[in-house]
């Protein structure tokens, strides 16, 4: 039986792979939680951006996962600012509220 070399494939880390379908499925132009993202590191800066990251949006309540317990009950006190930061930054959307919660980031 005859041994077949296959060509020398280069691979694509998944990260690069998910971050082009998530482009695909959610772009900046069609609004989204990757555009909610970008908008929210701009508006908030670091180092909230660093500690505290938009996860799920429903309606107009938006969920953001926290780096700890002193990041949830600091942002707790910011709630107000960082609303209106966000809604000053967005341009069709509006935030009415924003939850926080520990969780992945």
């Known amino acids: 039986m005859e041994n077949k070399r296959r060509p020398n494939l280069t691979f694509t880390p998944i ?13 900046e132009s069609a609004g989204g939680i ?9 508006a ?18 938006l969920l953001v996962h926290v780096s700890s317990s002193a990041w949830l009950h600091q942002l707790r006190f910011l ?11 967005l341009t069709n959307e509006r935030i009415e509220d924003i939850k926080f919660k520990i969780g992945l980031m």
Not at 51 to 61: I, T, W
Not at 79 to 89: C, G, V
């Open 15 to 27: 990260g690069q792979v998910l971050d082009s379908i998530l482009d695909q499925c959610r772009s």
């Open 44 to 61: 908030v800066g670091p180092p909230i951006s660093d500690n505290a990251k938009p996860f799920a949006v429903k309606g107009s309540l």
């Open 34 to 42: 990757m555009h909610l993202v970008h908008v929210w590191e701009k």
């Open 79 to 89: 709630k107000a600012e960082l609303l209106e930061k966000l809604n000053h930054s």
